[in-house]
């Protein structure tokens, strides 16, 4: 796919404002002082800890503090847009996750466009989901759920952390993927979900692993299915929905990525570094501690990731009619 004109200006004109280095100049001489890591999410949440794990550990090895800022707000846009409008010289770096997949899309009207100016740079984690039910749903498995589901069209109540949330989606793309009607009920976050879901309040959710299995461990929940590709090692009796619903895949993701014309050695240091993190038995124990699962790539790969996130989750925000501006 060739680049866009607007992106060719930007590329070009990053490149003339640079001084004239010798190759690799860059790299050697990054960090040159505290490097930024913006996280829009709140501290303390699955997706900040991870932003100090790595941070931690680029500060180890590079030499200067990687400092986490959360800048909560618009669903992330706030943050992403601090780190678009950063200098391109690899000292303001953003946490990407899904959300940003999912608001190209889903926001009319934002100030950038995600993958044009975004370098990705490297994928730490992986977060894998579950679809579970208040025990009072008489269904055990997918099937029967969506049997029971199209035998009560528009009575069932489907929790999430929010409008526009990967919860949110995960249970709009089944929706689309099986014919059913239910009713999407938002919540401000996962706990005040979770805590109606065991209520009855509402009956289903499609929500994380790690905040959901003590839950489902102790029986207050039913798992119905894990939504990846494959069984879960933390639940490995539980079928995936994709057993029953081809195709259907939901996995959550997190990553760092920097302004898009930030030097190529800058990037590919910090993803050889990342990378060397990920294959590092300490940091895979605290990853999987979390509930999470490793996942290194290149940036090359990366930047496919976001892509096929971004037109997969565009077709089902256009099918559930959804927008926030």
């Known amino acids: 796919m060739s680049l866009s004109r607007r992106r060719l200006m930007r590329l070009a004109g990053a490149a003339a404002a640079l001084p004239v280095l010798p190759r690799f100049a860059w790299s050697q ?31 180890e090895r590079l030499g200067q503090p990687f400092v986490v800022e959360n800048k909560v707000g618009a669903a992330g846009n706030l943050a992403a847009e601090t780190v678009v409008r950063s200098p391109a010289d690899g000292h303001t770096l953003l946490l990407i996750a899904p959300g940003y997949a999912i608001n190209a899309t889903l926001f009319q009207k934002l100030n950038f466009n995600f993958l044009e100016d975004i370098a990705p740079i490297a994928t730490i984690n992986g977060t894998p989901f579950v679809m579970e039910v208040h025990l009072s749903v008489p269904a055990t498995t997918v099937p029967e759920f969506i049997a029971y589901a199209k035998a009560h069209p528009g009575r069932i109540n489907m929790a999430s952390a929010g409008n526009g949330t990967l919860q949110h989606l995960a249970g709009e793309l089944f929706k689309m993927m099986t014919g059913t009607d239910m009713m999407h009920v ?79 050695e800058i990037v590919d240091l910090l993803n050889k570094e990342i990378n060397a993190a990920l294959a590092d038995p300490t940091i895979q124990k605290r990853i999987v501690d979390l509930g999470a699962t490793v996942f290194a790539s290149s940036p090359a790969h990366f930047h496919k990731h976001i892509a096929r996130e971004t037109a997969k989750w565009a077709e089902v925000v256009k099918f559930a009619r959804l927008r926030m501006d």
Do not use: C, H
């Open 186 to 264: 938002p919540f401000r976050g996962a706990p005040q979900a979770l805590t109606d879901l065991m209520g009855g309040q509402v009956q289903v959710m499609f929500d994380t692993v790690p905040t959901s299995i003590e839950l489902i461990k102790t029986g207050k929940l039913r798992a119905l299915a894990a939504t990846t590709a494959k069984p879960l090692a933390a639940l490995l009796d539980l079928p995936t929905v994709g057993d029953s619903v081809p195709g259907y895949e939901v996995n959550g993701w997190v990553g760092l990525g920097a302004p898009a014309s930030t030097p190529v």
């Open 29 to 59: 001489a990054y960090p040159s002082r505290p490097v930024r890591i913006v996280v829009g999410f709140p501290a303390g949440s699955t997706t900040d800890v991870m932003a100090r794990l790595i941070g931690q550990w680029l500060s």
